[in-house]
């Protein structure tokens, strides 16, 4: 029997840095309603979805900084979208910036929750992978400071089972790195959900940027058919505050086939009907993982940070 | 200044099972003086280049199967190969099915060498990820034993410094594993050289058999894209004793593109000036592993062999 999951992709357009939380909450009612009239049970909205994207700014003064993050969720800005969704009986996965308290200590992370359709918080994720720098560079007209404003999440890749199957998040830049996706594998996951703010120029070697598209979803794709897991990328796009940002917002089967995918860079809500058990041919075979990893011969990768080349002969 | 290494992927057609040596060498030898020709000075031979595919069959006879491993290398059969690559000053990738005497037992490893321009084994590498099965499978026209004739390699995966650069060796089955090049990434590899014998039936599944073109490529593009390293995949092809396989033959940069590819399902030579340092700004910027890989949330990938999901609620 099949095992359905009517999956929703929520990619946003652009937040401008005066928009209220309240008026982004009211785009993220909207597009889950249009979600459950086309017979979504999950959305999945995009990373740090409650505001403008601001690690493109250098910002030295704490409590405007502090003013971009959560420090209770729900909070009273995001109580209405978690009421929406219990009326609606829709789960949903949302990004956002926490602002956590752990033993005493004030800590910063860029964070993914997953909830359930009575609107109850069942998993929570810090994102791993933090691109950009600590520092502004030079010649940038837009900073990307997320390892500035956050610590790497401290949550591991942990999965969950809701929604019939076996659930996992990740965010953005995690998307990139085959790790993200094997740890989840390894575990069985079935669906990885992520957000993703990507600008354009975000390496500042133009041919490098100008394949940001086809890295967005090779990324991807390769994560879904390596694990035989679905893969639901939403992004937060379009021109914000004068960064230009990847669209794209893609369901890919375990197949490794984008099924569905956003045309516009502006609010969009794709949907697709993922059957779950559609991985387990993959997992039975080319990637019955007990049956054909080697992992001794995998040592370095948990070894090894950095890259170290043998010595020049 | 570039560093460039004028590359061929010297793709097979068919080795019919009745097929000698001397012949496969010959044919060998013709497609290593026409990349020579055409400036190539580094050519990339298949997988067990120098037999038909013999896993397709269950072979109960010992010294007909011994017949097919190469006890040495080179071998009186193999030794043109190498004075005709010693003549013509150009190196090459080769794979063949390994019968090795180690400890005073016998081992049979599928297996590949690396071979400098005057014709020096320089590395040898032997395959990981063993597809396929211990036992024949009922059902199939065509089987695929590499389990029951080979042992899983136990050189790991190296890297060493040859043609100006850092070049490593996977074979086949391996290409769709990210740890693969993970390991040889963490070693600062930027060109991996790979041979493939690929059935389109592999899995007997119609809807993953039928995108075995689309799987090859994606697993090959990312694994470039994701460790900033030329791979040159090269395919033994086209419908060999009854069995069709993939040609598909490319040569892929470290952006993922494919910027070469083969053609037909015959021998074909494709050629392209690979720049080792086009890596370098990947390398610099995205896939940075010193600054943004984080092992600690990896442990999974070497502690666990199989997937193991949470227990159903």
């Given at each position: 029997?099949?095992?359905?999951?009517?999956?929703?992709?929520?990619?946003?357009?652009?937040?401008?840095?005066?928009?209220?939380?309240?008026?982004?909450?009211?785009?993220?009612?909207?597009?889950?309603?249009?979600?459950?009239?086309?017979?979504?049970?999950?959305?999945?909205?995009?990373?740090?979805?409650?505001?403008?994207?601001?690690?493109?700014?250098?910002?030295?003064?704490?409590?405007?900084?502090?003013?971009?993050?959560?420090?209770?969720?729900?909070?009273?800005?995001?109580?209405p979208l978690f009421d929406e969704a219990k009326k609606?009986?829709?789960?949903?996965?949302?990004?956002?910036?926490?602002?956590?308290?752990?033993?005493?200590?004030?800590?910063?992370?860029?964070?993914?929750?997953?909830?359930?359709?009575?609107?109850?918080?069942?998993?929570?994720?810090?994102?791993?992978?933090?691109?950009?720098?600590?520092?502004?560079?030079?010649?940038?007209?837009?900073?990307?400071?997320?390892?500035?404003?956050?610590?790497?999440?401290?949550?591991?890749?942990?999965?969950?089972?809701?929604?019939?199957?076996?659930?996992?998040?990740?965010?953005?830049?995690?998307?990139?790195?085959?790790?993200?996706y094997r740890v989840m594998g390894l575990q069985g996951?079935?669906?990885?959900?992520?957000?993703?703010?990507?600008?354009?120029?975000?390496?500042?070697?133009?041919?490098?940027?100008?394949?940001?598209?086809?890295?967005?979803?090779?990324?991807?794709?390769?994560?879904?058919?390596?694990?035989?897991?679905?893969?639901?990328?939403?992004?937060?796009?379009?021109?914000?505050?004068?960064?230009?940002?990847?669209?794209?917002?893609?369901?890919?089967?375990?197949?490794?086939?984008?099924?569905?995918?956003?045309?516009?860079?502006?609010?969009?809500?794709?949907?697709?009907?993922?059957?779950?058990?559609?991985?387990?041919?993959?997992?039975?075979?080319?990637?019955?993982?007990?049956?054909?990893?080697?992992?001794?011969?995998?040592?370095l990768i948990v070894e090894r940070k950095g890259a170290?080349?043998?010595?020049?002969?």
């Open positions: 029997m099949a095992r359905i999951v009517h999956v929703a992709a929520a990619q946003m357009g652009p937040i401008a840095k005066s928009e209220t939380r309240k008026d982004t909450v009211k785009r993220l009612i909207a597009m889950m309603r249009e979600a459950k009239a086309r017979g979504a049970e999950l959305v999945v909205f995009t990373e740090m979805a409650l505001t403008t994207f601001f690690p493109r700014w250098l910002i030295e003064d704490q409590d405007e900084l502090d003013s971009y993050y959560e420090p209770s969720m729900p909070g009273p800005v995001t109580q609606l009986g829709v789960g949903f996965y949302l990004g956002y910036a926490e602002l956590a308290t752990e033993a005493g200590k004030k800590h910063r992370y860029n964070t993914s929750i997953l909830v359930d359709r009575s609107a109850n918080i069942v998993g929570k994720y810090r994102k791993v992978h933090l691109p950009g720098h600590a520092e502004p560079q030079e010649g940038r007209t837009h900073q990307h400071l997320e390892k500035r404003y956050f610590e790497p999440g401290n949550l591991g890749f942990p999965v969950w089972r809701a929604f019939g199957g076996v659930m996992g998040m990740c965010i953005c830049n995690d998307r990139r790195w085959p790790e993200t996951v079935e669906m990885v959900m992520l957000g993703y703010n990507t600008p354009f120029a975000h390496t500042l070697h133009a041919d490098i940027d100008g394949l940001t598209s086809f890295h967005n979803h090779l990324s991807m794709q390769a994560g879904a058919y390596q694990n035989s897991t679905w893969v639901i990328g939403t992004a937060k796009c379009g021109t914000e505050e004068g960064s230009a940002m990847l669209g794209q917002s893609a369901i890919i089967a375990p197949s490794g086939e984008v099924i569905a995918q956003a045309v516009s860079l502006g609010d969009e809500v794709i949907t697709a009907r993922c059957d779950l058990d559609l991985g387990k041919r993959y997992r039975e075979t080319i990637f019955n993982f007990a049956k054909h990893r080697e992992p001794a011969a995998y040592k170290i080349a043998p010595p020049e002969t």
